[in-house]
């Protein structure tokens, strides 16, 4: 697969992580820390410039950092802090944890999501890439019962007869 496909793959995987992030199906929700928070973040949390350490933001106010990703006004800078080279590792990562699979098939199952995957996996620029996938020996129980559903068999008929 050319450098260009595996990014633009890689791409689909962010958006739809990145819709994953803002749905909140990637984690458990947790209950609020119902005592104070410290106005100032400790030494130890604050970087360069008085910035708050990411890391300790993620595990000890997630729900600041599902806010702040799910921001309109974030969105294009998540778009392409998603999109570096460095994050599409870590998404290839995430992606081979079973609970981000169910995540993913979760999310990708709901009727307000299925325009978007259509339209994404319908592009002809994908059509290689969902060829290589559909063409993995892993893949053959699922091709089959594909193409024996009542809603695509006509489908497939029709494409063996051209």
Not at 34 to 43: G, I, L, M, V
Not at 62 to 71: G, K, R, S
Not at 100 to 121: A, D, F, N
Not at 139 to 149: A, G, L, N, P, Y
């Amino acid at each position: 697969m050319n450098t260009k496909k595996l990014q633009y793959m890689f791409s689909i995987v962010v958006i739809l992580l990145f819709v994953l992030l803002i749905a909140g199906c990637s984690s458990p929700q947790q209950k609020p820390d119902p005592s104070p928070a410290p106005t100032t973040p400790a030494p130890s949390q604050t970087g360069m410039m008085g910035q708050a350490d990411p890391s300790s933001m993620m595990h000890n106010n997630p729900e600041a950092m599902q806010a702040a990703m799910a921001a309109p006004e974030n969105r294009q800078t998540m778009i392409t802090m998603m999109s570096t080279p460095q994050m599409q590792t870590a998404m290839a990562d995430m992606m081979k944890d079973p609970a981000m699979q169910r995540s993913m098939v979760q999310t990708m199952s709901k009727p307000e999501v299925r325009e978007s995957m259509v339209k994404m996996m319908s592009d002809p620029a994908m059509r290689q890439t969902m060829t290589d996938i559909m063409a993995d020996p892993a893949m053959k129980d699922t091709f089959k019962s594909m193409v024996k559903d009542p809603r695509l068999a006509p489908i497939a008929r029709e494409a063996l007869k051209q």
